[in-house]
């Protein structure tokens, strides 16, 4: 499934928060959006899942614009899992992941053993078989992240968006959740904070700045000092990363500097 964003521009009122941005993800591809806080990335995402609609520029996913789909189309085509989780009652973990699977429903059709099944070992998958019973608001940050991509796993979509889906996991998590992701070979577009996992698991990145898109390309085309000096105003050194042999992001601050002694400051000169 390929998207295409064509000069999206998306504005509340008389505030433009989008100008002019564009972006494609090739189907299968893996792109990674990256960028400040309050760049636009969320808002990128959100006027692609049909939440926040442009008012200039298109969406296709392919070839369709997403905005003629029918929601039972489009939930057949997206699945989304969103930065704040929008479960407003108390279900249970299954109940949750079972959501999932409305797409594929007529109207009031029940749940059968297949759904059940497909949730289960998509509850296997982010490890939260045992959680199945448990209430959804007593879960952890990190639990209730989990779920919710078991629950986007179950909608079956060709076209996953992830709005900072390692947002709330430990550092396992973080990588088993990135590696099921990449393993279901499907086109995947995520807002990632985190650089060094945006340079180990996607095939591209998109750069927002001010409500710009400023750069794209792959992560060893574009992950150098000099970016993201200009885009997060933050000095690094960057390196090839000895196992993966992706780019990897080492951050600093002036402060935390080793402190060197005059006399090996004169002999380092
Ligand atoms: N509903 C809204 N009302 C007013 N301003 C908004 C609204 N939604 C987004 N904005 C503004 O638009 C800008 C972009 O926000 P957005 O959430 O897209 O950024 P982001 O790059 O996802 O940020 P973060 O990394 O912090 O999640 C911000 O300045 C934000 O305050």
Not at 118 to 138: D, H, N, P, Q, W
């Amino acid at each position: 499934m390929k998207l295409v964003a064509d000069n999206i521009s998306v504005g509340l009122e008389k505030k433009t928060i989008l100008s002019d941005v564009g972006l494609e993800v090739a189907a299968g591809e893996f792109v990674g959006l990256i960028g400040p806080n309050g760049s636009g990335k969320s808002t990128l995402l959100k006027s692609i899942y049909r939440t926040m609609k442009p008012y200039a520029g298109w969406i296709s996913l392919d070839g369709d614009d997403v905005y003629k789909l029918s929601a039972k189309e489009n939930a057949q085509r997206m699945a989304v899992v969103r930065q704040e989780s929008s479960i407003e009652f108390d279900f249970t973990v299954m109940e949750i992941v079972l959501m999932g699977r409305a797409p594929h429903k007529r109207l009031f059709q029940q749940d059968t053993e297949a759904d059940h099944d497909i949730c289960e070992e998509a509850l296997v998958r982010v490890g939260m078989e045992t959680y199945a019973s448990r209430s959804f608001f007593s879960l952890s940050g990190g639990e209730k992240q989990r779920v919710l991509i078991a629950r986007a796993l179950v909608q079956q979509a060709k076209f996953l968006v992830l709005d900072e889906p390692t947002n709330h996991l430990d550092v396992r998590y973080q990588l088993q959740v990135m590696d099921l992701v990449r393993a279901l070979g499907i086109t995947v577009l995520a807002a990632l904070h985190d650089l060094n996992i945006a340079a180990m698991y996607c095939d591209r990145l998109y750069v927002t700045k001010k409500g710009q898109m400023v750069a794209n390309g792959t992560p060893e085309q574009i992950l150098n000092p000099q970016l993201i000096r200009d885009v997060f105003g933050v000095e690094t050194e960057v390196t090839t990363h000895p196992i993966t042999g992706k780019k990897h992001v080492y951050f600093f601050s002036e402060s935390c500097r080793i402190k060197q002694s005059p006399q090996e400051v004169s002999k380092a000169q």
